[in-house]
């Protein structure tokens, strides 16, 4: 069964601060891994999707990179701003197992003025 | 492209009660799933349909769950006699894709918050 794990749970920064945050997964035959945004009482944004192929993808100041083999991803943040504080959640679908994708319970962050 | 729709965005119901909840998913997309998640949580697979085929379900998924998609567009999530365990936000998402390409974004609506008294 796919474990995935984020940490930290929670972080608070400065605002303009650079952060990484960290996923790991136990199961590395997987399709693709997602992080997303949830916003509190939200529903999730996707924010990128890498392939299992792919080593990193990026979006604006957001940086996703992936080692399959190790069951790490991370997602860095540049230039942290009050606007990104919300729960970041990186979920992964497996290769040979259902439709399902399996979420981490996600990094509270907090950018702070 | 007005997003993925989840209707109503709250409800309360007492223990025992029949609740069904709508999802409205972009409307080109032919594959749609639902999530629960409880606070703290990251969402849990339910069940997945392609088109008006519900092709996986959850083991969370008791026989007092069902999910049907009729014509391939909107779907419908049942509790029947609801328990107090059932209190979650329930998530709908949406994409498109065909065959074994699992490689585009799943787009969440914004849940239906369920509170069993």
């Known amino acids: 069964k796919q474990e995935v794990t984020q940490i930290p749970a929670a972080l608070s920064v400065p605002e303009g601060e650079n952060l990484v945050l960290n996923c790991s997964f136990t199961d590395s035959a997987i399709y693709n891994l997602q992080w997303f945004r949830q916003d509190p009482g939200k529903g999730l944004t996707s924010l990128l999707l890498?392939?299992?192929?792919?080593r990193e993808q990026t979006s604006g100041r957001l940086n996703a990179s992936l080692d399959k083999s190790s069951g790490r991803s991370t997602l860095y943040i540049a230039a942290s701003q009050p606007g990104d504080s919300a729960t970041y959640l990186c979920a992964v679908k497996n290769l040979n197992s259902g439709y399902a994708l399996n979420f981490g319970k996600g990094t509270s962050l907090l950018v702070t003025p | 492209d007005t997003g993925v729709s989840q209707d109503p965005r709250h409800k309360i119901t007492k223990r025992g009660q029949n609740v069904t909840f709508r999802c409205d998913p972009i409307?080109?997309?032919?594959?749609l799933y639902w999530y629960r998640q409880t606070l703290g949580q990251g969402p849990e697979f339910l069940t997945y349909?392609?088109?008006?085929?519900?092709?996986?379900k959850s083991r969370l998924l008791s026989d007092r769950f069902s999910a049907e998609r009729p014509k391939g567009s909107f779907s419908t999530l049942e509790i029947q006699r609801t328990e107090q365990g059932d209190s979650a936000m329930y998530l709908c998402a949406s994409s498109f894709g065909w065959g074994t390409d699992y490689n585009s974004p799943l787009h969440f609506g914004n849940g239906t918050r369920l509170t069993v008294t």
């Open positions: 349909f392609q088109n008006e085929a519900q092709l996986e």
């Open positions: 409307s080109e997309h032919n594959r």
């Open positions: 890498i392939q299992s192929s792919q």
